[in-house]
């Protein structure tokens, strides 16, 4: 593949690590139950494409999130040489983390918000009683030597309370930097987000000592501006970006979202500015392709629809 032209551009990150976020927060949000068998192979594909960091699945209660109802099955389908540092999965308590460490989770992620709706109608709890429940959580994974991040959902906008202040965005950061979080992902829950405002949030949490180093982006393309939101990031030092393969995943709490970026358009991009990923794109697009055929809808990656028309 002679394309895109790669012209690099100054300031921007050398290597971008591409965290795929397919398997959990895309399938979470399908309407079309995947069986375990396909998720494994969904996984496989991704890390045969060169995917180092993926979000496996999440140990929810099986009434919250039924397609994820099959944690265990999948991580022990899998086996043990896909478990290490790089495979994350979610725990939303110290129950999830149990079932997590049982499993062989080597690497946890649980689910803040910026709001206070947000935080009640997710997690049924205050910011604080959340920050409160996550504490113990993040205590004994680390003390397993778990690798944790702490997601921040609606950093960019609330569809209950609207706009929402960078500076309390950056509270929520910090508290769960100092609870012991090792990365935070900043989340636009409902793609509301525009460049400037991510300059301004980043910005914000250089101010109060969060530097690029200890943040990813986690974009959504509902309006259109994930991949410009995601180069707004690159410039200002920010190294890892949440992507979800074929844009797999669409937001129950945005109308007719979009959802996440698409793994394909993120690596086009960094392809064409010389930033290095590691990802093998025509196998990407090809498992997108793959997986479309289990949802029984097509991807709207644009990269996935353009390279797939060209028998990419
Ligand atoms: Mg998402």
């Given at each position: 593949?002679?394309?895109?032209?790669?012209?690099?551009?100054?300031?921007?990150?050398?290597?971008?690590?591409?965290?795929?976020?397919?398997?959990?927060?895309?399938?979470?949000?399908?309407?079309?139950?995947?069986?375990?068998?396909?998720?494994?192979?969904?996984?496989?594909?991704?890390?045969?494409?060169?995917?180092?960091?993926?979000?496996?699945?999440?140990?929810?209660?099986?009434?919250?999130?039924?397609?994820l109802?099959?944690?265990?099955?999948?991580?022990?389908?899998?086996?043990?040489?896909?478990?290490?540092?790089?495979?994350?999965?979610?725990?939303?308590?110290?129950?999830?983390?149990?079932?997590?460490?049982?499993?062989?989770?080597r690497?946890?992620?649980?689910?803040?918000?910026a709001?206070?709706?947000?935080?009640?109608?997710?997690?049924?709890?205050?910011?604080?009683?959340?920050?409160?429940m996550?504490a113990?959580?993040?205590r004994?994974?680390?003390?397993?030597?778990?690798?944790?991040?702490?997601?921040?959902?609606?950093?960019?906008?609330?569809?209950w309370?609207?706009?929402?202040?960078?500076?309390?965005?950056?509270?929520?950061?910090?508290?769960?930097?100092?609870?012991?979080?090792?990365?935070?992902?900043?989340?636009?829950?409902?793609?509301v987000?525009?460049?400037?405002?991510?300059?301004?949030?980043?910005g914000?949490?250089?101010?109060?000592?969060?530097?690029?180093?200890?943040?990813?982006?986690?974009?959504?393309?509902?309006?259109?501006?994930?991949?410009?939101?995601?180069?707004?990031?690159?410039?200002?030092?920010?190294?890892?970006?949440?992507?979800?393969?074929?844009?797999?995943?669409?937001?129950?709490?945005?109308?007719?979202?979009?959802?996440?970026?698409?793994?394909?358009?993120?690596?086009?991009?960094?392809?064409?500015?010389?930033?290095?990923?590691?990802?093998?794109?025509?196998?990407?697009?090809?498992?997108?392709?793959?997986?479309?055929?289990?949802?029984?809808?097509?991807?709207?990656?644009?990269?996935?629809?353009?390279?797939?028309?060209?028998?990419?």
């Open positions: 593949m002679a394309l895109p032209m790669v012209e690099p551009r100054e300031g921007m990150p050398s290597r971008v690590v591409v965290y795929e976020v397919g398997p959990r927060d895309g399938l979470q949000n399908e309407p079309v139950t995947v069986p375990v068998e396909v998720k494994a192979e969904f996984v496989g594909r991704l890390l045969a494409c060169g995917l180092q960091t993926v979000e496996l699945t999440s140990f929810v209660p099986r009434s919250w999130v039924p397609q109802g099959d944690a265990e099955e999948l991580l022990a389908m899998l086996g043990a040489e896909v478990n290490p540092a790089g495979r994350v999965v979610l725990v939303p308590n110290e129950r999830g983390l149990d079932r997590a460490v049982a499993a062989g989770a690497a946890v992620a649980i689910f803040a918000s709001t206070e709706s947000f935080a009640r109608r997710n997690l049924n709890r205050s910011v604080a009683e959340s920050m409160a996550f113990p959580v993040v004994r994974a680390r003390q397993e030597g778990m690798w944790v991040r702490g997601y921040v959902s609606m950093c960019f906008g609330d569809p309370e609207g706009p929402v202040p960078t500076a309390q965005v950056a509270r929520v950061c910090e508290e769960l930097l100092a609870l012991g979080c090792d990365q935070v992902s900043l989340g636009d829950t409902i793609g987000g525009t460049p400037g405002h991510v300059e301004a949030l980043l914000e949490l250089a101010g109060v000592g969060v530097g690029a180093d200890r943040l990813a982006v986690h974009f959504h393309d509902t309006y259109g501006q994930a991949l410009s939101n995601t180069l707004a990031a690159l410039n200002l030092g920010v190294s890892t970006v949440d992507a979800s393969a074929g844009g797999l995943g669409g937001c129950p709490y945005a109308q007719s979202a979009t959802g996440n970026l698409a793994t394909e358009d993120l690596v086009w991009a960094l392809t064409g500015l010389g930033i290095e990923h590691g990802v093998d794109l025509e196998a990407l697009v090809r498992t997108s392709v793959w997986m479309s055929s289990h949802l029984g809808r097509s991807s709207p990656s644009a990269v996935v629809r353009a390279l797939a028309d060209t028998g990419g």
